[in-house]
Each structure stands twice: as C-alpha cells, then as structure tokens.
C-alpha cells in the first residue's frame, strides 16, 4: 500500500487521515474536499476545525506524506485505497425526511469514483451509514463503465469530537467489515496492516459488513441511551432530593455499568447521536419493527424534553417571567474542546429564552462566531460577547451549558457583585461548585439537584 485518498476533510476526514500519515510515513495520503475554502485552511496548517493536538499531528506530516487537494478526480486516479468520509445529514425533504440519513453526497462520491479510478481500489465507507449502504456502493462501483476493480469495506468511525486525536491514537477498536469472501478477507487484511502501524492487533476487529454497519449506529445509540437514561433520573432527583452525581457515582461503580456517559446536562448535542438514531428509527421501521423504532425513538424524545425542562425550570424560578431580563448564556458548543455547534442544547435553549422576550448574551471562548451564524435571525434580543465578565454585566442569571473548563476558573464574586439581585446561577453541566456559589449569594439551580436559593 502506497497511496490512500481521504475523500471529505471534516471533523472525521481531516483527523482520521493526519493520523494515519503520521503512523505511516512510507504511505502518500491525499485527502480531497469539494470545499475549497476548507482544503486551503488545512493545507496552511491552520486547520478549519479545533481539535485538541490536531496542530501537532499536521506539523509531523502536512507536505511531507500528507496533502489536501480540491482536485478530487486527479486524486482518485492516483489511490489505491479510499476512505469516504463524507458528511451523511438527516433527510430534510421527501420520503423519510426528518429521520432517513441523507446519503446524496455520499452517493455522488461512488459514482465520482467509478469514473476516475483507474487501478484496484479497495473503497472504505469511514462515514456513518444505514445498514446495508455497502451493497448500495457495490452496485454503483460494479454497475459497470468503469475501468478499475473494487472492494468495499465498512471502517466506521468512533472518535469523539474534543478527544479525536486521542481516540484516534489509541482506540478502544478498530472496527472493519468486509465481505466473506478470499477476496473480501484479503481487502480486510490489507486496511488492518495500514492499521497495524500503531494499534495493537487485538483492538482490531473484523466482522462482515453489515455487523460494522450497524455496530456504528448502535454504539451511538447505546450512548447517547445512557445520557437519556441519566438525564430522566436527573428530573426525579430535582423534586426529591437526591443528588444526580451522587446517584450517578453509585450507578457506576457497579462494575457491570461503568462510570462512563453517565453525567446529567442540558441534554446530548453534536451532528451524530440523534441524527444516528433517527436513522436507526427509520431502518427499524422500514423493516416493519416498530416497537423497536419507538423504544429507540423514545431516547430522542427524553432529550428534547431535557432541553424544555431546563428552560422552565429557569421560568419558574425567576418568578415565571423572563420578559426584558438578561441571561448570560455560559457556552455555546454543544461540548467542551470543540467549536463546533450542530445540534447544541444551546440553540434549542437560545431560542426558548428569546421566545420568552429574555436578552440573551452568548460567551464562548471557541465557538463564538459558529453561535452569531446560528442565531442571525433571532433579532435583536441576542447578543455575543468574549468575555464572560461582560456577558454577565447586569444580567439577571447565568445559564452555563457547555462544560468549558474556563467556565469553573472565573471569579463568581466578581460576576455576582456585577449583576442584577437577586442573581440566578442554572447549571447545565453540574459545572460549578454548587454550596460555594450559594454562600457568595448565587441562587443555584445545577441538574439532577434540589435548588439551593435564598429566596
Ligand atoms: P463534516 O461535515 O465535518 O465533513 C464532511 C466533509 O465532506 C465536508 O468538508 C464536505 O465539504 C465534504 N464533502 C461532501 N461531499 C463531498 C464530495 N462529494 N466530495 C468531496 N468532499 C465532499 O462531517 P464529519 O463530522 O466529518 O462527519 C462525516 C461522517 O463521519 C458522517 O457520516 C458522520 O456521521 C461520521 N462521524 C462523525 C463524527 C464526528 O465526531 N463528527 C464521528 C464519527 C463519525
Ligand atoms: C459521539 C461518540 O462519543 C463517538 O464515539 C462517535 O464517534 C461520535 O459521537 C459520532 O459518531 O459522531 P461526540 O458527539 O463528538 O461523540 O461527543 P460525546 O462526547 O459523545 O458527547 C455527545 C454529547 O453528549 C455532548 O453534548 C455531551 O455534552 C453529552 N454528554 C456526554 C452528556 O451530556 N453526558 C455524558 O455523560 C456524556
């Protein structure tokens, strides 16, 4: 293996294939975007995505094995293998829209493939797909009027935004799907011994294709579940008394469950858990599993609900009016150590709050231009500001939603002298030190816990 083509340089594209260029120096890797603003961004080593370490990785590499391209054709010709990375959204018109994945990009990139490839050409769907994809991608790259021979291997991707560099070093595993074939397992080998460069063999694992498929949606799944099921147990907490950490701490030291994803919040956000889910809903019901489809349907609905409760449960306690009063909205990337924003609470929470005629003022130390983009139209009830200390300046309350390390750090005496009394404090992220705001004079109301208000 010489030459390997990334197609897509996303947040999965650009990090998958940096990693790989490090770990295999004697191996060229093209990564190809239509985007050219993008390719430009990662070619000058300023790349369009904030990942922790990701710089690092591109100044092992970028120009010496590793190079973006916008001439996708060009560099099709040259590869021998090639990750499709592409992005998969959830349909937004027609048959299925609203839950179905969106697969036009993908498909366009099959069909973009089978026009240029010249030699064999083993093609890796790293992007997250419906089960079954792969015999789609077959059927396109076999249907004829090309030149090359292919093998189509499923490799799905788990690493997390904000750990990504992380995860991509040292994976828990390497998923790769293949056909059951001669043919089939010599495509899996070939993909394993580019992994081999650095993950241990027995984190390696090989299935058919349609076990890699679905293990993808169902791991996400399987995730984005126990943040619902911690978050339904968060509400019982809030009127009982029982604290959600501490029950969390209790839940997870059963060895059979885990500490793991078990953190009460305002709710999962990121382009992959609901969009995964919907699809895996519509897949259920499309084989006619429906109880199946509404158990994991029913993941989603508890997340939108998160979201809701935590605007009313700031409605109720500002004395069921938030009309003309300014929240300092504390983050707006849907997780710490990203900038990205797709799917944060934070825009479902923006919005309700601006709906209740609130001033909402939005800080971010990463994601503040992505959050002005998001809410152009919200009028002029929003406002953005770097510095937290301004946002908080004359509000009302803070609402912290995304768990910013920065955001523990500040001088909450200093924000709490500069606001309007008695001044609220909700957290989303059970960031904060709860008792410690509340003898400084906050009324706080952090998930899963009783308030501790003076009022
Ligand atoms: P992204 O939107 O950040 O990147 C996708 C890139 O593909 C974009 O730069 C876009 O311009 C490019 N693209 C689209 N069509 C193209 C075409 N025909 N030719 C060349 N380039 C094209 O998306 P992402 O977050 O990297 O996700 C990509 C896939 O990986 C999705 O299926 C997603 O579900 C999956 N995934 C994402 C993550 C994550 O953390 N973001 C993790 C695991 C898996
Ligand atoms: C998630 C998965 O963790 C990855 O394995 C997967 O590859 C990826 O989706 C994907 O397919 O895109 P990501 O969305 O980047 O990764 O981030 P997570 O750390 O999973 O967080 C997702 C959301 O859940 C965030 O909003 C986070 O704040 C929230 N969360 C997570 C909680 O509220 N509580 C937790 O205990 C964990």
């Known amino acids: 293996m010489k030459s390997i083509l990334g197609i897509g340089a996303g947040y999965v594209g650009g990090p998958s294939m940096a990693v790989i260029a490090k770990h295999c120096p004697g191996i060229r890797v093209v990564v190809a975007d239509i985007n050219p603003h993008r390719v430009a961004a990662w070619q000058s080593g300023e790349p369009p995505i904030y990942e922790p ?96 021979e292919f093998d189509v291997l499923s490799n799905p991707e788990f690493l997390a935004e904000g750990t ?26 070939t993909l394993a011994d580019v992994y081999a460069h650095w993950v241990p063999p027995e984190r390696i694992l090989t299935t058919n294709v349609w076990s890699a498929e679905l293990s993808k949606l169902a791991a996400n799944a399987f995730l984005a579940q126990r943040v619902s099921s911690i ?52 897949l259920c019901e499309r084989h006619g599993l429906d109880d199946v489809a509404r158990y994991w349907e029913s993941v989603v609905e508890l997340n939108n609900y998160q979201k809701r409760r935590f605007v009313e449960r700031m409605l109720h306690a500002m004395f069921n009016t938030l009309a003309d009063k300014r929240i300092a909205v504390f983050g707006f990337a849907f997780k710490a150590d990203t900038g990205d924003i797709r799917e944060s609470p934070a825009i479902q929470v923006c919005r309700e709050l601006l709906a209740e005629q609130a001033h909402v003022c939005v800080t971010d130390p990463r994601a503040l231009p992505e959050a002005r983009r998001e809410l152009a139209d919200a009028g002029p009830g929003v406002s953005f500001d770097e510095d937290p200390y301004e946002a908080a300046r004359g509000a009302h309350a803070i609402a912290v939603l995304t768990d910013w390390q920065e955001y523990r750090e500040l001088d909450y005496e200093r924000l709490h002298a500069a606001m309007a009394q008695p001044a609220f404090l909700f957290d989303g992220r059970n960031l904060v030190d709860a008792e410690r705001l509340h003898a400084i004079g906050f009324n706080v109301y952090a998930i899963g816990r009783p308030a501790l208000s003076h009022l």
Not at 55 to 68: P, S
């Open 164 to 189: 990504a560099i992380a995860d991509l070093e040292h994976p828990d595993r390497v998923l790769i799907g293949g056909a059951e074939t001669a043919r089939g397992r010599a495509a899996i080998q």
């Open 231 to 282: 978050n339904a147990v968060s509400a019982i907490c809030e009127l009982t008394g029982a604290n959600v950490m501490e029950v969390a701490r209790a839940i997870g030291s059963d060895r059979r469950i885990g500490p793991s994803f078990l953190k009460a919040g305002v709710g999962f956000g990121g382009s992959c858990f609901q969009k995964d889910i919907l699809n895996l809903v519509y």
């Open 53 to 148: 370490g990701l710089k690092d990785v591109l100044g092992a590499c970028l120009g010496r094995n590793l190079h973006f391209t916008a001439d996708l054709e060009g560099a099709i010709a040259d590869a021998e293998m090639i990750f499709v990375s592409v992005n998969t959204p959830t349909k937004s018109f027609g048959r299925g829209a609203g839950k179905a994945a969106d697969l036009q990009y993908w498909e366009k990139t099959a069909r973009t493939i089978l026009r240029h490839a010249r030699g064999p050409t083993i093609v890796v769907e790293k992007s997250t797909l419906p089960v079954r994809t792969a015999e789609a991608m077959e059927r396109i790259l076999f249907g004829g009027g090309g030149r090359a």
